[in-house]
């Protein structure tokens, strides 16, 4: 006995095109909302596309030191530091901690939402850059004693 295909295959193939168009069209509405956010905080729009340095100029965003891209590459702790630095992320926009728990979970909708919205970049958020106190990048005028 001999297998045909029947027309099934078809519908198989057709639902796995459609599913492929709708994962590509997230992931460019993705990068062009990271895109955007790199442009309003003062960075290149490129910049986001390119991995690693992408949390580079992230951690530079938020005001963190730039020893945290290692924190970022240490398996296990880098979810941790992950989260932090996208929290950092979303306060420097002026947004709050249930912002950044959307953004965890529904990534395609709150990214857009923050990118073209009307909420400009407000500065770093982290107590080290209002401190500027950065062991690696030392503050230009000598202190005063």
Do not use: Q
Not at 44 to 61: K, Q, R, T
Not at 63 to 92: D, Q
Request: glycine share 8%; charged share 10%; hydrophobic share 55%.
């Amino acid at each position: 006995m001999e297998y045909t295909p029947s027309g099934s295959a078809g519908i198989f193939a057709a639902i796995g095109a459609v599913g492929m168009i709708f994962f590509f069209a997230v992931f460019v509405l993705l990068i062009a909302s990271m895109w955007k956010l790199f442009e309003k905080a003062g960075k290149p729009g490129w910049a986001s596309i390119v991995p690693i340095y992408n949390s580079l100029v992230m951690i530079e965003i938020v005001g963190k030191p730039t020893i945290w891209i290692l924190f970022l590459l240490i398996p296990c702790v880098n979810i941790i530091f992950a989260i932090w630095l996208l929290n950092l992320f979303v306060k420097s926009f002026g947004k709050s901690e249930g912002y950044t728990v959307g953004l965890i979970f529904l990534p395609f909708i709150f990214y857009p939402m923050l990118a073209f919205g009307n909420n400009p970049y407000l500065g770093p958020s982290a107590a080290e850059a209002k401190r500027s106190h950065d062991p690696f990048n030392p503050p230009t005028t000598p202190p005063t004693f």
